[in-house]
């Protein structure tokens, strides 16, 4: 279980630095070998530019070690992306929420400034590798963690090895079309998955349609809406966050339907902001128990949310990448 443990480490204790690189923020700590926070700090991400988001990656680390420095020594630097990463160069390559338009030598760059080793992963991959390494992976050798947040990805897990594909680029699941006319994708493409069932997606699908629901309590929210607000309304029977939450719901039943019957899991593992309604998670479960292929249904164990903690589970996952940052990550 992912932990806070402040001032805790013994001396002995392997330390690494982490950074989860978002499309909103930047979280830095430093995370123990076996998976305790000792202390963190959460940054702004300037989307501006590259060379912008580049300079919050700097200045987000810089302001962690002026406040920890005096802290335990680390021995590497593990950063978790979003977007299309080459662990093995250290080169994050491209990104589409972020503007990383030209492949920038990450790694490099940062062992220079810092003068410590650095090791670079898509962040859903780090988030899959802390489940591996401390949560679902303790139980099931073959299984799915989907990440439900601002945007929707997923890490799969076969017989206790990450798998990552030959671009390390398999699981990008809110890139499957669910609907040929749908809203328009930030990748271009028309009816991915995203555009309706993240928390990004949900939220700007309602801003569209708040105009033809003048009576929806939404309204009221216009300023501040969250993906949470949403399903609260929609429990007491708004109209528009009902459409909403049941077409998120459509869309993933749909791909996670695709899922189970494609890879065969013994589990699928919810994480990230969408997660915390537990109803999206049991009715999901209820769907894939009776559309899966019955083999694949049946050996479905469970699909239920992480029991790492959601805000935490990416920074401990791009932390242990210091301790063995390689392609194939077998299962402990």
Same mark, same amino acid.
Not at 63 to 71: A, E, K, S, T
Not at 204 to 226: G, H, I, V
Not at 232 to 252: M, P, S, Y
């Given at each position: ?12 204790? $392997? ?9 909103? %923020? ?6 123990? /070998?076996?998976?305790?926070?000792? /202390?963190?700090?959460? *940054? ?16 987000? #680390? ?12 680390? @021995? ?33 760059? =940062?062992? %220079?400034?810092?003068? &410590?080793?650095? !090791? ?7 988030? !899959?590798?802390? @489940?591996?390494? *401390? ?9 799915? *963690?989907?990440?439900?947040? +601002? ?17 390390? *680029?398999?699981? /990008? ?19 991915? =998955? ?7 997606? =949900?939220?700007?699908?309602? =801003? ?8 929806? +309590? ?14 609260? /309304? ?22 996670? !339907?695709?899922?189970?019957? &494609?890879?065969?899991?013994?589990? #699928? ?8 309604? $537990?109803? #999206? ?8 128990? +009776? !559309? ?10 469970? #699909?239920?949310?992480? $029991? ?12 242990? &990448? ?6 194939? @990550? +077998?299962?402990?």
């Amino acid at each position: 279980m992912i932990t806070s443990a402040r001032g805790q480490c013994s001396k002995d204790q $392997k330390v690494a630095i982490g950074v989860d690189v978002g499309g909103t %923020k930047i979280l830095v700590g430093y995370v123990t /070998e076996d998976g305790h926070v000792l /202390e963190s700090r959460q *940054y702004s991400m300037d989307r501006t530019s590259q060379l912008s988001a580049l300079r919050s990656i700097d200045e987000a #680390i810089d302001h962690f070690l002026q406040l920890f420095g005096d802290g335990p020594p680390a @021995e590497g630097i593990g950063i978790g992306l979003v977007g299309h990463i080459d662990p093995e160069a250290g080169v994050w390559k491209h990104a589409i929420n972020i503007p990383i338009h030209e492949p920038i030598h990450l790694s490099e760059k =940062m062992e %220079k400034r810092y003068g &410590l080793p650095v !090791t670079l992963d898509n962040d859903v991959r780090c988030a !899959t590798r802390a @489940e591996l390494l *401390y949560g679902a992976g303790q139980e099931f050798k073959h299984f799915i *963690y989907l990440n439900l947040g +601002t945007g929707i990805s997923m890490g799969i897990v076969s017989d206790g090895r990450l798998v990552r594909g030959a671009a390390n *680029y398999a699981g /990008e699941l809110g890139h499957m079309s669910v609907n040929t006319v749908g809203p328009r994708c930030s990748c271009g493409r028309i009816g991915c =998955m995203e555009t309706m069932a993240s928390g990004g997606g =949900m939220i700007l699908r309602a =801003m569209d349609l708040l105009s033809s629901y003048p009576q929806s +309590t939404l309204n009221q929210y216009a300023s501040r809406l969250q993906t949470d607000r949403i399903f609260i /309304e929609a429990l007491q029977g708004d109209l528009l966050a009902a459409r909403i939450r049941n077409e998120a719901l459509g869309a993933l039943q749909i791909s996670l !339907t695709n899922v189970v019957n &494609l890879l065969n899991p013994e589990a #699928i593992i919810v994480g990230g902001g969408v997660s915390r309604d $537990k109803s #999206i998670v049991d009715d999901l479960e209820a769907h894939l128990r +009776t !559309t899966a292929l019955p083999p694949a249904a049946n050996a479905l164990v469970c #699909i239920e949310q992480s $029991k790492l903690e959601v805000g935490r589970v990416g920074l401990v996952g791009a932390a242990s &990448l210091v301790w063995g940052g390689g392609i194939n @990550e +077998t299962h402990r």
